[in-house]
């Protein structure tokens, strides 16, 4: 059974590019979570989604990000106009319930680098 | 809103020595799960341990065990026997409700020879 598959593992951007992060959650999970992590910090919670819904955005920026989890295909966060301040690593996690019923399990991160 | 707290950045232990880290959190539900997760340098995040909030024992995981203070609002975390393996970044996080999970900004352990 494959876990959470992020990729691409880095990605390299100017700033003013698009950068879009992909994840597959675990098999069988419905629920995705996105978390951001600058350097020696811990993860700040940007968005939970299910299949085709957005459950809550409440840590996303309004301007320049957005989440989907089509009801086929990866989940993906995509990041437009990229500035500096965006670069740090992002991890998707998955589960098969809501909250805290079953722990995370979460993909390697992909570390975005805005240059 | 829930909030989650780690006052140590970094700690360091002895190897084949006893650590506690700690952790604090904020909240006005009942029911609810705590966590701690670790962060090696390969950057994995992994499960250490799960805490159900409305059963009072203490979860235990071989060398990892918690102190679960409810009416503190405290989980702690206890490493026994620390290995050179168990350097990393450990992180609290709380799961309620709402559903989200979040997390404490870590706390760096460094295992000395």
């Known amino acids: 059974n494959a876990g959470v598959m992020q990729n691409p593992r880095h990605l390299v951007r100017r700033r003013g590019q698009e950068a879009r992060l992909r994840c597959s959650p675990m098999?069988?999970?419905?629920?995705v979570y996105w978390y951001r992590q600058l350097p020696e910090e811990g993860l700040k919670f940007m968005v939970y989604?299910?299949?085709?819904?957005?459950?809550?955005e409440s840590g996303m920026p309004k301007e320049r990000f957005s989440a989907e989890f089509p009801k086929e295909g990866p989940s993906i966060l995509r990041i437009q106009q990229v500035v500096r301040g965006d670069s740090a690593a992002y991890f998707c996690?998955?589960?098969?319930?809501?909250?805290?019923?079953?722990?995370?399990?979460f993909g390697n991160g992909t570390r975005l680098t805005v240059t | 809103a829930q909030t989650v707290t780690q006052s140590q950045p970094e700690m360091s232990v002895q190897e084949a020595e006893t650590v506690t880290l700690s952790c604090t959190y904020d909240?006005?539900?009942?029911?609810?799960?705590l966590f701690w997760y670790k962060q090696p340098p390969s950057r994995q995040m992994i499960l250490v341990i799960r805490?159900?909030?409305?059963?009072?024992q203490n979860a235990t995981e071989n060398r990892f065990s918690v102190n679960f203070q409810k009416a503190a609002k405290s989980f702690s975390l206890k490493i026994s026997d620390s290995q050179l393996g168990d350097a990393a970044m450990y992180f609290c996080?709380?799961?309620?409700?709402?559903?989200?999970?979040?997390f404490g900004k870590g706390t760096r352990l460094h295992i000395l020879p």
């Open positions: 996690a998955s589960s098969p319930v809501a909250g805290g019923n079953s722990p995370l399990h």
């Open positions: 098999k069988g999970h419905s629920h």
């Open positions: 989604l299910q299949k085709e819904n957005i459950i809550d």
């Open positions: 909240t006005s539900e009942s029911d609810y799960y």
């Open positions: 805490q159900e909030a409305y059963k009072q």
């Open positions: 996080a709380y799961g309620g409700g709402d559903d989200k999970i979040i």
